[in-house]
């Protein structure tokens, strides 16, 4: 018998639905109290496969998908591996229309096992070993991103058939924000400087090459931007930039790939990209910026890779301890950590944090989550609110963590890095299972 059973009145102040804007679309509290995603209840996967354990609603996945063809019913729209890249994933994304962008031989190599077609897949990177561009020209990719005069030189080598590239441009613009994710502006280590002397150099280079095809420019502004008024002034810039190849080389570009970086909210009340602006802002940009310079209007693609699985992933950990430290916080230590989401000591990322195993109806305490590891930044979130009388044993959950955690995580302190459980019209799946003490070993060649 539950506290619900003993008290019914109880249910009807508790919200049938988590916020959407953070959580998967289906999220829900059962009669239990206990939170559900995809028909399936979080406590029951933490008793299952254990904890820490990210959790994919794969239904949300390809609900974003459809979200950008509906808003961009005429751009490609192309899933940003490095955010989640796992064969389930690739399979969904390309199922609903999406190419997909890689950003190592090991992603390619994902990619491909997961039936992806090459002719569909984008090669990025501004450190492309010899090996990686021999995988992808073997493979047959359909573009591979240019990002250095180093990379030109390597794929005329390699390509014995015309291989079609895009040239990445800095087009100078600053979305601000903190500097690990500002790649829009000229001091950068991605691409060339749009108009300098670099850039007309690797478009005069790419010209000479009988197996290289320019077919048009690749930019990327940045992460977690929620100003589509920034992709406006990216088009105009680059679209210029396209001009000036007509009149110098007399050759006309067609693809203009605005790469990705729209904002997500990882709590509720943080700003997020508004799709639907955003293709306004882009269509009025090309249609001023093609008329001012009289060209012809380039195909567009865009690189969601965070805004198509942030939101469908839910990490969940087991309560450890907790401690009150007298005149000081009141620390909830888990069985996860920095190692399965190192985005707070990385970027000083914030999350909410709930209890999964019931809905808690008294007094609620200020808590910092923090990790298991031996590190003193291994913080998962401050300041949350979390029930007064939380216990070691009990689950919680952290929504907006299906991008940068599996792709980011270790095994530091030798701990395995989690599963990855896919949930489904009620049912669940193991994508990825946990890495073991074994698996480490296997490794370890020393002895």
């Known amino acids: 018998m539950t506290l ?29 109290g206990r939170i559900t995603l995809g028909g399936v209840a979080l406590a029951d996967i933490a008793d299952q496969y254990g904890t820490a354990t990210y959790v994919l609603d794969e239904e949300e996945v390809r609900s974003r998908c459809r979200t950008y063809h509906k808003a961009f019913p005429e751009a490609e729209i192309i899933y940003a591996g490095k955010a989640l890249m796992i064969r389930a994933v690739a399979e969904w994304v390309t199922q609903e229309g999406l190419s997909v962008d890689v950003c190592s031989a090991g992603e390619l190599t994902i990619a491909l ?23 992808a020209v073997r493979s ?88 589509p008024d920034h992709y406006g002034e990216a088009v105009r810039r680059m679209v210029g930039e396209m001009a000036r190849v007509r009149e110098d080389h007399g050759v006309i570009v067609t693809e203009l790939d605005l790469g990705g970086g729209h904002a ?83 970027y000083g990322a914030r999350y909410e944090v709930v209890v999964a195993n019931r809905h808690p109806c ?30 070691p044993g009990e689950v919680l959950a952290v929504p907006c963590t299906g991008a940068y955690h599996h792709s980011l995580a270790s095994s530091y302190n030798s701990v395995g890095r989690p599963p990855i459980i896919a949930v489904r019209r009620g049912r669940t799946r193991e994508l990825v299972r946990r890495e073991t003490t074994a698996d480490l070993l296997a490794r370890d060649i020393g002895l």
């Open 113 to 135: 096992a997961a039936g992806v077609d090459p002719a569909r897949i984008v090669l990025h990177g501004n450190g492309k070993s010899f090996d990686e561009l021999q995988a």
């Open 362 to 391: 008294g007094p609620h305490m200020t808590a910092t989550v923090a990790g298991r590891y031996c590190e003193a930044g291994d913080i998962l979130a401050t300041d949350v609110r979390l029930p007064a009388d939380l216990r």
């Open 264 to 346: 997500v909210a990882y709590r509720s009340g943080d700003a997020e990209m508004n799709l639907p602006e955003l293709a306004d802002v882009i269509e009025d940009a090309l249609d001023a910026a093609c008329a001012r310079h009289h060209f012809p209007r380039p195909s567009i693609a865009l690189e969601p890779g965070r805004a198509i699985v942030a939101r469908a992933g839910v990490t969940l950990y087991r309560v450890l301890s907790i401690k009150h430290i007298e005149g000081g916080r009141t620390y909830v230590t888990v069985d996860g950590g920095m190692s399965d989401n190192p985005r707070v000591a990385l």
């Open 4 to 32: 619900l059973d003993i008290f019914p009145s109880l249910r009807s102040g508790m919200p049938s639905r988590l916020d959407s804007a953070v959580w998967p679309r289906d999220t829900h509290y059962d009669g239990d």
């Open 140 to 227: 047959g990719v359909g573009r591979v991103v240019v990002d250095s005069l180093t990379e030109i030189t390597l794929l005329s080598a390699l390509a014995t058939t015309p291989q079609r590239v895009l040239l990445r441009l800095s087009p100078g613009i600053d979305v601000h924000g903190h500097p690990a994710v500002r790649t829009g502006v000229l001091d950068q280590k991605f691409g060339f400087p749009i108009g300098s002397a670099m850039a007309a150099e690797a478009i005069d280079r790419i010209m000479r090459q009988p197996n290289l095809t320019l077919i048009g420019f690749h930019c990327h502004l940045g992460s977690q931007i929620y100003d």
